[in-house]
């Protein structure tokens, strides 16, 4: 299949294109492809003039005052909570807690409602595809209350292996951290019947949507799942501001993350009461510019129409799967089928360490990841140290895919001649 289409069917690829003043660039002299979405987004230029037009115009703390800005700020603020929410299929803006970024919000769950309901002899599970983010907070929390943690295997064509889940599923098993896709393979966990089976033991499922909520349209409620975590910085919002969907009793019943201004009821000098949702979970000055930001992200996302979304990365990345399986030396990882998996596609060119293939692919305009991408666990199972991985999203085309594989026949001969 050439891939001399810029128009796919989903998308009007020239006419969001641009929308993204980034992608005018050269880098290297040449046309900037940037296939490291998995890692954060471009901003098309709404996001950026909504910052810029709030600085200049709105900027005032929110919930503080009763002066025209302040008042203006804290709907522009609230008007956004109600958007995102609506975004991820949340009954109501209450359930959804503005915060950094995934691994915040995956920390505030687990510090929250992991320290208050964990004891020893819990177990927690979690799956070998997970980034460390939705790792790394559970083992720390786990060393503190004396639960212990239990991966899921995968199976060969890197899904989670739900025999494995269902034989190491128990009563003592009180959380499920799973990713809904994963960064690396791309796979997409089935989570309803994840959450169903861990309901049926009376476990919570915390699902990390960081590489989900951007790509798939997301309805918290069919997914089942008690909490979700996403970083607005990969949909096309700025970086620092993310978002935490919890089921409301949950929420109600957990003690707050951090203390200090705006989530209080009553401070007394021993003592303080807490602030209803979501204020409870809201200390501090919020990053309200951004989180306001994050809301014109979604309404670009709306727009666009996220079955379209999805429509248009399963069209590349399935092209570029296509297209990497025919290079010589080059292993993809994870399922062949684009419609299981996001527009993340791993793989490794054999003999050239996916640094030196990074930058040679960085000489052609390309931008695309080398590492483990925080999924160490991961890389063990797969037995490399490291990954390329390229991450396709709205703006990505089958054009740029085609220069991706003639950049790695570049850097194949110039390796193997000197090899
Ligand atoms: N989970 C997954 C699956 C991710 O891909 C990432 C970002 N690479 C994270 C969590 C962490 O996101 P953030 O750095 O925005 O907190």
Redesign the pocket.
Known sequence: MPGTALQTAALDLERIRADFPILQRHVNGRPLIYLDN???TQKPRQVIDALVDFYTNTNANVHRGVHTLSVESTDLYEASRERVADFVGARSPEELIFV???????NLVAVSWGRANLKPGDEILASTL?????LVPWQRVAQDTGARIRLIQLRADGTVDLDDYRQLLSPRTRVVAI?H???VLGTISNLPEISELAHQVGAVVMA?G??SVPNVPTDVNALGVDFL?F?G??MLAPTGI?GLWGRRELLEEMPPFLGGGGMIREVFEDRATWAPLPEKFDAGTPNFADAIALGVAVDYLEDLGMPNVRAHEVDVAGYALERLAAVPDVSVYGPRDPWIRTGVVSFNLEGVHPHDAGTVLDEAGIAVRAGH??CQPLHRVLDVAATLRASFYIYNSRDEVDALVDALNTARRLYQRSR
């Open positions: 998995a890692a954060t950094r970024n995934t691994t915040e919000a995956i997970e980034h460390h983010s939705n990713a896709a994963s960064n990390d960081a590489q975590a970083s910085h990969k993310g991408h925080c």
